[in-house]
């Protein structure tokens, strides 16, 4: 499981709002403030040092906050390695800091360490099963001359990808799609019940794998309609989001600002997950309606399809699919690109 050296960082900013993004064996990190610094330094050592420098010269109050994703791909939850999530402090620590670890949806699971110069060089480290959605630090107690600092060397964790974790709607409540089960209910895009009668499991090898064919779509929250979805969600290329009651392809709908095709993924794979009721249907992911399992591909591309190898064809839904950019209504385009510029995605996201 891969521990973050922050190695290949390199990058510089200072300021109130200062922001740097670099990246680590291959994933993606920001690192920002917020709050009213002095003068927030942020540090992300590619050279020599190989760590991460928090720094601020005299006040006391706002956060830093260290993300997995650039300025426009964030979102990313990481969870345990080895059981445990690992955050090893580096050379210098000047006044007290706390830290927290962000669960990604119930901040009564957050993580919560108080460190200070007598713990220069520790790990600080928790056992858990929970996914984290970042970490924030804190400066809360003056040090030498008024000067806070503190540095990080490492953080060992698992990137929990992008699509473990998705919220699906049933009638308890939001579950996260990989815990669902065979005769769980879920909620229907038209206010129905069904029920999961399989969950294909289809890992994705990176290092193999075509980045344009494979990687994952963003939808940012609000990027389809206010609050919808309700948060960042992210369906492989071919996932069908429905639109007033037309079916698009995810790689149809993208604008690289609030739709974008995620560029990069953890080097060690990720996993799709995907939904059989028994019949083609819209569910609702991260409240956005969202289509289920449909028997486009052989179940042999799932490392469970064996489960599934007698189970009668899907039938597709009988309503327009719209499978390529080109064939995107203007209407659709343009409301789109206005949600984008409500969200203030001013510059285009990366895409694959």
């Not at 955050?87 to 706390?98: M, P, R, V, Y």
């Not at 494979?214 to 948060?231: D, E, K, L, M, W």
Request: proline content about 4%.
């Amino acid at each position: 499981m891969p521990t973050f050296q922050f190695d290949e960082g390199n990058a510089f900013d200072i300021g109130s709002n200062a922001s740097i993004n670099f990246t680590d064996a291959t994933v993606p990190f920001t690192l920002s403030t917020s709050g009213n610094f002095g003068g927030g330094q942020l540090f992300a050592d590619g050279g020599g040092a190989q760590q991460i420098l928090i720094g601020d010269s005299n006040t006391i109050g706002g956060d830093y906050v260290l993300d997995i994703g650039t300025a426009n791909t964030s979102g990313t939850n990481f969870g345990a390695s080895g059981g445990n999530i690992s955050l090893q402090l580096g050379t210098s620590i000047n006044g007290g800091w706390d830290i927290v670890f962000v669960h990604e949806t119930n901040t009564a699971l957050n993580q919560t360490f108080t460190v200070n110069s007598l713990n220069t060089g520790s790990t600080l480290s928790f056992a858990t099963t929970e996914n984290f959605s970042e970490i924030r630090f804190s400066y809360s107690t003056p040090g030498l001359g008024g000067f806070g600092e503190l540095t990080i060397n490492s953080l060992t964790a698992t990137i929990t990808c992008y699509l473990a974790g998705t919220g699906i709607a049933t009638p308890t409540g939001r579950v996260a799609v990989e815990t669902l089960q065979p005769g769980d209910e879920i909620l229907t895009a038209d206010g129905g019940t069904t029920t999961v009668r399989w969950l294909g499991i289809q890992p994705i090898d990176t290092k193999t794998a075509t980045p344009a064919k494979a990687n994952p779509i963003c939808f940012t929250a609000g990027s389809i309609a206010p609050n919808v979805p309700s948060r960042d969600l992210f369906v492989s290329p071919d996932h069908a989001m429905d639109i007033d009651g037309i079916l698009y392809n995810a790689t149809a709908l993208v604008n690289g600002r609030s739709i974008y095709q995620v560029a990069q993924m953890p080097m060690d794979g990720f996993t799709y997950y995907h939904i059989d009721t028994g019949s083609h249907e819209l569910v609702l992911a991260e409240g956005a309606a969202s289509e289920t399992y449909l028997d486009a591909v052989g179940r042999d591309a799932f490392i469970n399809g064996h489960e599934q190898a007698d189970a009668p064809i899907i039938s597709e839904m009988s309503v327009p699919r719209i499978v390529a950019r080109r064939m995107v209504p203007q209407h659709v385009v343009d409301a789109l690109a206005e949600r984008a510029d409500a969200l203030g995605y001013t510059a285009a996201a990366k895409v694959a």
